[in-house]
C-alpha cells in the first residue's frame, strides 16, 4: 500500500516520536523513507538589511543537516537496513511539504502536530493543518508533546 512515505523534519522536540511512527510503517510495507527539511525563507523578512543571507543560510542549513541527521539515526534504531532519501527544499514549509510529496510521488505524508486549539493555532499557524487542506496524498499526524486532558475541560 505505501512505497513512498515522507517524513518532514524541523528538529523539534517530539520529531523522533513522528519518525519512529514512519520507520515502522515503512518497514511493515518495505516502503522508502523521504526525509525532507525545509528552510522557512519567510522567516528572513524581519530581520535587518544588514544581516548576512549567507550566513543565516548557512546555519540553517546547518539545523537542517542536524535534523536529518538525527532522523537517520532514529530510523536506524527502529529499521536498520531501510531505504533512506534526503531532500532540503526552502521556502513555505507547508507549500514545500506538498510538492514534494507530489513530486516524488509519496503514498503518504508523516508529520508531527502538537495539538494545538484555540487562540494558540491562530496566533502560531499550523504547518501540519495547512499540509492537511492542500495535500492530494493522505497526510498521518501524529501527537508529538503533551497530550491535553481532556477530562479537565
Not at 546547518?62 to 534526503?86: K, Y
Not at 507549500?95 to 509519496?106: F, K, L, M, P, S
Amino acid at each position: 500500500m505505501y512505497a513512498d512515505i515522507l517524513v518532514p523534519t524541523d528538529g523539534s522536540p517530539g520529531t523522533e516520536r513522528v519518525v519512529e511512527h514512519a520507520a515502522a510503517l515503512a518497514d511493515e510495507h518495505g516502503a522508502t523513507l523521504h526525509l525532507l527539511y525545509v528552510i522557512n525563507t519567510a522567516s528572513f523578512a524581519d530581520l535587518p538589511m544588514e544581516s548576512s543571507y549567507e550566513g543565516i543560510a548557512s546555519m540553517l542549513e546547518q539545523e537542517g543537516e542536524t535534523a536529518l541527521a538525527d532522523a537517520e539515526s532514529t530510523i536506524e534504531r527502529i529499521a536498520p537496513g531501510l531505504t533512506v532519501e534526503r531532500a532540503f527544499r526552502e521556502g513555505s514549509p507547508a507549500r514545500e511539504i506538498v510538492e514534494y510529496a507530489t513530486d516524488a510521488g509519496c503514498d503518504v505524508i508523516t508529520m508531527g502536530t502538537h495539538g494545538r486549539g484555540g487562540i494558540n493555532r491562530l496566533l502560531l499557524g499550523s504547518v501540519a493543518e495547512r499540509v492537511v487542506r492542500k495535500s492530494p496524498v493522505p497526510v498521518l499526524t501524529v501527537r508529538v508533546g503533551e497530550v491535553p486532558d481532556e477530562s479537565a475541560e
